[in-house]
Protein backbone atom coordinates (compact mmCIF):
# COMPACT_ATOMS: atom_id res chain seq x y z
CA UNK A 1 0.00 0.00 0.00
CA UNK A 2 1.27 3.63 -0.78
CA UNK A 3 2.88 5.45 2.22
CA UNK A 4 4.26 8.56 2.77
CA UNK A 5 7.61 7.15 3.70
CA UNK A 6 7.73 5.78 0.57
CA UNK A 7 6.43 8.76 -0.98
CA UNK A 8 9.55 9.33 -3.72
CA UNK A 9 9.56 5.66 -4.65
CA UNK A 10 5.84 6.00 -5.13
CA UNK A 11 5.90 8.24 -7.58
CA UNK A 12 8.61 7.55 -9.72
CA UNK A 13 6.51 3.01 -9.55
CA UNK A 14 3.74 5.25 -10.62
CA UNK A 15 5.60 7.42 -13.00
CA UNK A 16 6.49 4.36 -14.86
CA UNK A 17 3.67 2.91 -14.86
CA UNK A 18 2.00 5.91 -16.37
CA UNK A 19 4.37 6.47 -19.11
CA UNK A 20 4.14 2.60 -20.19
CA UNK A 21 0.22 2.72 -20.82
CA UNK A 22 0.10 6.71 -21.19
CA UNK A 23 -2.79 7.99 -23.76
CA UNK A 24 -5.77 6.94 -25.39
CA UNK A 25 -5.20 3.67 -26.80
CA UNK A 26 -3.01 1.58 -25.15
CA UNK A 27 -5.31 -0.40 -22.81
CA UNK A 28 -7.99 -0.76 -25.26
CA UNK A 29 -4.96 -2.72 -27.61
CA UNK A 30 -4.15 -4.71 -24.40
CA UNK A 31 -8.15 -5.44 -23.72
CA UNK A 32 -7.99 -6.51 -27.30
CA UNK A 33 -5.30 -8.56 -27.31
CA UNK A 34 -6.07 -9.84 -24.12
CA UNK A 35 -8.57 -12.03 -26.25
CA UNK A 36 -5.65 -13.36 -28.22
CA UNK A 37 -3.49 -12.99 -31.20
CA UNK A 38 -4.59 -10.84 -33.99
CA UNK A 39 -3.13 -9.43 -37.14
CA UNK A 40 -2.77 -5.17 -37.12
CA UNK A 41 -6.29 -4.66 -39.07
CA UNK A 42 -7.97 -6.84 -37.10
CA UNK A 43 -6.80 -4.96 -34.23
CA UNK A 44 -7.53 -1.47 -35.90
CA UNK A 45 -10.98 -2.58 -37.00
CA UNK A 46 -11.95 -3.48 -33.24
CA UNK A 47 -10.54 -0.04 -31.98
CA UNK A 48 -12.87 1.95 -33.87
CA UNK A 49 -11.27 5.32 -34.97
CA UNK A 50 -7.67 4.59 -34.25
CA UNK A 51 -5.31 5.43 -37.52
CA UNK A 52 -3.01 2.83 -38.58
CA UNK A 53 0.11 5.37 -37.87
CA UNK A 54 -1.12 5.72 -34.18
CA UNK A 55 -2.03 1.75 -33.77
CA UNK A 56 1.97 1.16 -35.40
CA UNK A 57 3.19 3.72 -32.97
CA UNK A 58 1.15 2.45 -29.77
CA UNK A 59 2.24 -1.18 -30.94
CA UNK A 60 5.95 -0.12 -31.20
CA UNK A 61 6.05 1.54 -27.39
CA UNK A 62 3.83 -1.78 -26.04
CA UNK A 63 6.61 -3.84 -27.40
CA UNK A 64 9.58 -1.69 -26.07
CA UNK A 65 7.29 -2.12 -22.67
CA UNK A 66 7.25 -6.01 -22.88
CA UNK A 67 3.67 -5.60 -22.35
CA UNK A 68 2.92 -7.59 -26.16
CA UNK A 69 5.01 -9.38 -28.72
CA UNK A 70 5.03 -9.28 -32.55
CA UNK A 71 5.62 -12.20 -34.32
CA UNK A 72 6.98 -12.08 -38.21
CA UNK A 73 4.88 -15.37 -39.89
CA UNK A 74 6.83 -17.25 -42.43
CA UNK A 75 4.15 -17.06 -44.74
CA UNK A 76 4.06 -15.23 -48.34
CA UNK A 77 3.38 -12.47 -48.57
CA UNK A 78 4.86 -11.82 -44.58
CA UNK A 79 1.78 -12.19 -41.80
CA UNK A 80 2.34 -10.47 -38.44
CA UNK A 81 1.02 -11.33 -35.74
CA UNK A 82 0.53 -9.54 -32.19
CA UNK A 83 -0.46 -11.26 -28.66
CA UNK A 84 -0.17 -10.07 -25.21
CA UNK A 85 2.97 -11.30 -23.32
CA UNK A 86 2.88 -12.08 -19.47
CA UNK A 87 4.02 -9.39 -18.33
CA UNK A 88 0.98 -7.78 -20.45
CA UNK A 89 -1.64 -10.14 -18.70
CA UNK A 90 -0.38 -8.77 -15.11
CA UNK A 91 -2.61 -5.80 -16.20
CA UNK A 92 -5.65 -8.03 -16.48
CA UNK A 93 -7.01 -6.58 -12.60
CA UNK A 94 -6.14 -3.26 -13.84
CA UNK A 95 -8.31 -3.61 -16.79
CA UNK A 96 -11.17 -5.32 -14.56
CA UNK A 97 -11.03 -2.41 -11.66
CA UNK A 98 -10.82 0.45 -14.84
CA UNK A 99 -14.13 -1.21 -16.14
CA UNK A 100 -16.02 -1.40 -12.64
CA UNK A 101 -15.06 2.48 -12.28
CA UNK A 102 -16.16 3.22 -16.02
CA UNK A 103 -19.36 2.09 -15.21
CA UNK A 104 -19.83 3.74 -12.22
CA UNK A 105 -18.55 6.80 -13.62
CA UNK A 106 -20.88 6.69 -16.42
CA UNK A 107 -23.29 6.45 -14.38
CA UNK A 108 -22.56 9.07 -11.96
CA UNK A 109 -21.78 11.78 -14.86
CA UNK A 110 -24.35 10.56 -17.44
CA UNK A 111 -27.04 8.64 -15.20
CA UNK A 112 -26.82 5.72 -17.42
Known amino acids: MLTREDCPANILAIK ?12 LIILS ?3 GKKRFKQISKEIHSITDKTLSKELKHLEA ?3 IKREVLSTFPPT ?7 HGKSLQKLLD ?5 GLKHR ?4 GK
Open 16 to 27: DSLEALEGRWKL
Open 80 to 86: VEYSITK
Open 65 to 67: NKL
Open 33 to 35: LSM
Open 97 to 101: ELHRW
Open 107 to 110: KEVI
